[in-house]
């Protein structure tokens, strides 16, 4: 028994293998939302790091156009005035339309560059908007213990073990 | 302690441990019979409503007094005011006056009722990159780490962020973390009272239109009460008008009070609307020139026109805290052991999503990983979901 409950502690401690790796906002453009371009050291034999710019640029130039200031913002902004902001329960805003663009990108990005290379790309939009996260895909274990409590023999516990490779 | 228990276990039935669920006699294909949806487990101390829509902040009190003052004068206007003048003046009155009452109680709803801004807490992922970062910029942690701050260059000006010991990030700049609500919130203005909620990035604008409407309307009806009171005292004598609309005599009064405060409230967001500054920014003097020759406000956008436009007509973000969506509660969560060995951060969780879950649980664990600073600030409630991990083999 005591010999299983060690070999249950070492296979937890295997089965969290997963990692993630993060990139941080960027403020020096000021509160506009906008990811740093910083190659993360930790993906350095992940992946090559034109890809992983290349995305993170295209991001921030999502969000840029989310964010802008110009006519239809100002159209938008002036109509919803007018109408005491009940508009908004109605109609979809630039942003959200722009956010769902983006969870399109990201979803091709990870199925075509990402995926095969086992990472997983995350929306910023479920981290609220603080990181760009990729998690570094592993295999997991999957553990069943099942305890022989009332056949009144002195074999000891049967474990089955599955291993999935599974994407979190 | 095997040999006791073997004997009493003789007894029992045949029962699968599963390490899939915290509580060991939970068979694993037992279905949820209802999903939790994200605002039930909210670390912050702000109020849901109407399953999630609806979000206020602790102490509404004074925003039911706002309410019933708005009400009650404008109900009075209307009822005893307005026929008098209808007919003696224009129905253009009431018609105005109509429509100004239901911006402001527009503008008054969304305000109080909508999210500020509010950026939601790091994950235990987050959290744990982001301490690994500090101690390894640090150096060496003495016992007491210094203060985490970041400094970042906007537009030629040296910004400071802090780190936020309860929400676990560097805020964002001009973010702030709201005491009362409990919550840090992006562009924080500050926190309202009167309409019950913080005023942050996301409903400054109908907090501005709020303050500018009910402006119009408090001069709007304390003007007309006024003419109303003198067209009627030329008829019948000063006295007999007060008797013959009692009404009238509240409505100004109320109104009296109210227009210095709340005229005098629109201007000065008007100023800070033209400037680009917060309510925060502008009683610390961030931006004050008396802090320095160089010190300006990098976030201006240089003149009154565009200021203005990109704080009332800009782009509205979405909510960052998804309050309706649903807690995924099925995912695979690794029960902690007992014998205390507990891993650094680490947790199952498929998204971040549900971390508001078991967030509450992990973060407690790790503790002892935590730098000693992090010890200040109390952890946050663990939520009736989350349950308890005793587990005996």
Known sequence: MATEFHNLQELRHSASLETKVFIQRDYTEGTVCRFQTKFPSELDNRIERTLLEETVKTLNSYYVEAEKIGGQSYLEGCLACATAYIIFLCMETRYE???RKISGYIQEQNEKIYAPRGLLLTDPIERGMRVVSFTVLSVQLEISIFEDQGSGTSSPSSSSMSSTGSAR | MHLGVSESMRECEYSQISTRSSTPMETPYKKRTSRKRKWESFPGRSKFYCDGRIMMARQTGVFCLTLVLILVTSGLFFTFDCPFLALQLTTAIPVIGGVLFLFVLGTLLRTSFSDPGVLPRATPDEAADLERQIDVANGSTGYRPPPRTKEVVINGQTVKLKYCFTCKIFRPPRASHCSLCDNCVERFDHHCPWVGNCVGRRNYRFFYMFILSLSFLTIFIFAFVITHIILRSHRNGFLNALKDSPASVL???VCFFSVWSI?????FHTYLISSNQTTNEDIKGSWSSKRGKDNYNPYSHGNIFTNCCSALCGPLPPSLIDRRGFIQSDTLQLAPPTNGI?????????????????????????????APNSFCRLPPPLSSSSRPVNQSF
């Open chain 1, 97 to 99: 339309k722009v956010l």
């Open chain 2, 251 to 253: 409505e100004v009064v």
């Open chain 2, 263 to 267: 005229v005098g409230l629109s201007g």
């Open chain 2, 342 to 370: 507990t891993m650094y951060g680490a947790t199952q969780s498929q998204q971040s999503h549900m971390v508001s879950e078991t967030g509450s649980e992990s973060v407690t664990k790790t503790s002892a990983f935590r």
